[in-house]
């Protein structure tokens, strides 16, 4: 397992980390990048390069990335409300001060997953104080489709 960083503790959970240092055919290379993919037409290596500089070249046909838990958010400033940390403010983790911010218009508040948007809503892992887990996103999102249909029917 490569890691770009110092180690896994800054972006995963300890039990995760846990099961990773106990299993025994997980090797964590930290500090390390891949710099190239080789084969055709299939993957066939992977090429990286270490914290010394050190390039090693593998043969490896699949690989998994994770590039991180930063959200992408920086085109909705001033659009909808964002926590500290960027992801996107929904339903009850809006505050008054960010409903009046955006003179919230609507006498009933956000619904789940609703922005300070009026018929803006927000799931899945963009979502503050979601569970960053694919299943929960589907879940997210095929409670949203209802709270659509509640909103078009206004």
């Not at 972006?11 to 055919?25: A, F, G, K």
């Not at 983790?93 to 609703?114: G, K, N, T, V």
């Not at 929960?136 to 949203?144: D, L, P, R, T, Y």
Request: aromatic share 6%.
């Amino acid at each position: 397992m490569l890691i770009r960083g110092p180690g896994l503790s800054d972006t995963m959970s300890r039990y995760l980390i846990r099961r990773i240092e106990e299993t025994p055919n997980i090797e964590l290379k930290t500090r390390t990048r891949i710099v190239a993919l080789g084969g055709a037409p299939g993957l066939e290596s992977v090429t990286w390069r270490d914290a010394e500089g050190k390039l090693t070249t593998v043969p490896i046909r699949h690989v998994f990335v994770m590039t991180g838990a930063d959200p992408n958010t920086g085109w909705l400033e001033n659009c909808v409300a964002l926590d500290e940390k960027g992801f996107v403010k929904a339903g009850p983790d809006l505050l008054p001060s960010d409903l009046a911010a955006s003179q919230w218009p609507l006498r009933r508040p956000p619904l789940l997953f609703e922005t300070n948007r009026p018929g803006v809503f927000a799931v899945g892992d963009v979502r503050a104080g979601s569970t960053k887990r694919v299943a929960a996103a589907v879940g997210e999102g095929s409670v949203c489709i209802q709270l659509v249909h509640k909103v078009l029917a206004e």
